[in-house]
């Protein structure tokens, strides 16, 4: 609902004023996110060439997921969320142009990097809880799918396409510049940010705003008990958790693959991920409407599938031209899964829960792939790349069909409206 100095459009759908602000800023600040994470690490290696630096500056940038998410998210559900937004915004717009003057400069040493690279993730734990609240408020219960549509395919275009395309074109002019419209685009995204509608989190069942009468650490226990007991949520951190370290099993092995088995020129390789992008856009764009048809249990199930047969087509590919087929049915079945996945997650929890839920959930699905892409190297050298990629294909296969039961039986309208907290 809207504060005092909310207005009408908060809860107005897709089509409201809010929900275009809201996603105008989410775009903007997406395109700067996909323009650091292609700039960062390949700055690091072309200013240190040290594998060591590298690995400094890649860990502190994802540790935040692992150690700040969850009090992030306990916070988040206390405080009003277009603030934490807004705030988040610009402090990573103040972050990335001392980033930007510390490379322009040359007071770039690794340990300024690595401590600039973690705060970053830091503000971004934040504002990303937050943002899934105001998502949630503002499309309203009805919008769900449309407004997660849309914002899968704003993140895809901006960290996939648009941002490595703009970092690569001003990293060759100056590197700097690659963290100055970083720091730009979150100007831009706290401007939008700022005029939306004051939304007030949703009241905790003792009736304090955001459960501020209970400490911090048992709020955080609460979203993760709420996670594990709740049985909708169960299945669905299940399969995200079990496709997610299939994914990275096979993100690790994948460039290998096409290069030394399929001999796909290593300049060519890039074009698999823009090709995935371009069939997560498709999906993302159609699956609210193929949702309404076949039904949302259905089509996560078949999304699980294309999964698992663009994994397959890879690992039995025997010409490098399918590789570009397998990673097109794999974007497919990403881009539908990432629109339902959240889309149910979000109506099933509680609005008082959802900052704390969002961020349990994340650490689930992120922070244990590094586990599948540890796996990799040991199964492909013990037996082939292949084995990694077929493997990672039963894996999500194996998933749809032995969880293809409860994804059709839990989050229906019933349990969609009780959940949905607004």
């Known amino acids: 609902m809207s504060g005092p100095g909310g207005d009408a459009t908060a809860g107005a759908g897709v089509r409201g004023t809010a929900f275009r602000r809201l996603f105008f800023a989410w775009s903007v600040s997406l395109v700067g996110d996909g323009v650091r994470v292609a700039a960062l690490p390949l700055y690091v290696a072309v200013r240190t060439g040290d594998p060591l630096a590298a690995s ?56 300024v990097l690595a401590a600039l690279a973690f705060v970053l993730t830091t503000a971004e734990t934040f504002a990303d809880s937050a943002s899934q609240l105001l998502l949630v408020e503002i499309a309203g219960a009805a919008d769900l799918d449309r407004a997660n549509s849309r914002f899968v395919t704003a993140e895809t275009i901006g960290v996939d396409l648009a941002g490595p395309l703009a970092a690569t074109l001003l990293f060759a002019w100056q590197p700097a510049a690659c963290f100055a419209l970083d720091s730009l685009s979150f100007a831009v995204a706290a401007w939008y940010v700022a005029r939306l509608p004051d939304v007030v989190p949703c009241r905790d069942p003792e009736g304090a705003v955001g459960g501020s009468r209970t400490r911090l650490l048992l709020q955080v226990v609460e979203g993760v008990r709420y996670l594990a007991t709740e049985r909708a949520l169960r299945v669905l951190v299940l399969a995200v958790v079990l496709s997610a370290l299939s994914a990275a099993a096979v993100n690790v092995v994948s460039a290998l693959f096409a290069i030394q088995v399929l001999g796909l020129a290593p300049a060519l390789v ?137 994804l059709l039986r839990t989050g229906g309208p019933g349990q969609a409206a009780r959940g949905s907290g607004i």
Do not use: K
Request: hydrophobic share 55%.
């Open 56 to 111: 400094t500056v890649a860990v502190a940038e994802l540790l935040p997921w692992l150690l700040v998410a969850l009090p992030a998210g306990a916070l988040v559900d206390r405080w009003r969320p277009r603030t934490v937004v807004l705030v988040s915004h610009l402090a990573r717009a103040v972050l990335t142009a001392v980033l930007a003057l510390a490379v322009l400069t040359g007071n770039d040493g690794v340990a």
């Open 270 to 406: 890039p074009t698999l991920m823009i090709t995935m992008a371009v069939g997560i856009l498709v999906s993302a764009r159609l699956s609210p409407v193929l949702t309404a048809r076949f039904g949302e249990g259905p089509m996560m199930i078949g999304s699980l599938l294309l999964v698992a047969l663009g994994f397959a087509v890879l690992g039995t590919a025997g010409a490098p031209e399918l590789a570009w087929v397998a990673y097109f049915v794999t974007g497919l079945g990403s881009g539908c899964w990432n629109v339902l996945s959240a889309t149910r997650r979000q109506r099933l929890t509680p609005g008082h829960l959802l900052g704390r839920v969002s961020s349990g959930y994340r650490v689930l699905a992120w922070g244990l792939m590094p586990l599948g892409a540890a796996l990799a190297g040991p199964v492909a050298g013990a037996s082939s790349l292949q084995t990694v990629l077929l493997g990672a294909a039963v894996i999500v296969a194996t998933t749809a069909v032995v969880l293809g039961g409860p």
